[in-house]
């Protein structure tokens, strides 16, 4: 992604998304979407604080990934 498109579409969404992934024992890892700032991903709390959190199964973040199910938003 070329630099101009990056900065547009970090004006575009600037949010800083926590995901919490849980995995049937119950453990929970956490990954931060950085897409208001760096526009980067890395493991562990959003810093600073998250605009959103998102909480879901493990299953559930492969099933979105996969394209199985849809994230709908109002």
Same mark, same amino acid.
């Given at each position: 992604? %070329?630099? #101009?498109? %990056?900065? @547009?579409? @970090?004006?575009q969404? =600037?949010? &800083?998304?926590? @995901? *919490?992934? %849980? =995995?049937? *024992? #119950?453990?929970?890892?956490?990954?931060?979407i950085?897409?208001? #700032?760096t526009?980067?991903?890395?493991?562990? #709390?959003a810093?600073?604080?998250?605009?959103?959190? &998102? &909480?879901l %199964?493990?299953?559930?973040?492969?099933? @979105?990934?996969?394209?199985?199910?849809?994230? &709908?938003?109002?």
């Amino acid at each position: 992604m %070329s630099e #101009k498109v %990056s900065k @547009l579409t @970090l004006s575009q969404t =600037n949010g &800083i998304f926590e @995901l *919490q992934v %849980s =995995n049937t *024992q #119950k453990e929970t890892v956490t990954w931060t979407i950085d897409a208001k #700032k760096t526009g980067s991903v890395y493991k562990g #709390k959003a810093t600073p604080k998250a605009d959103i959190t &998102i &909480i879901l %199964s493990d299953e559930t973040l492969q099933d @979105l990934a996969a394209g199985k199910v849809r994230w &709908i938003s109002d």
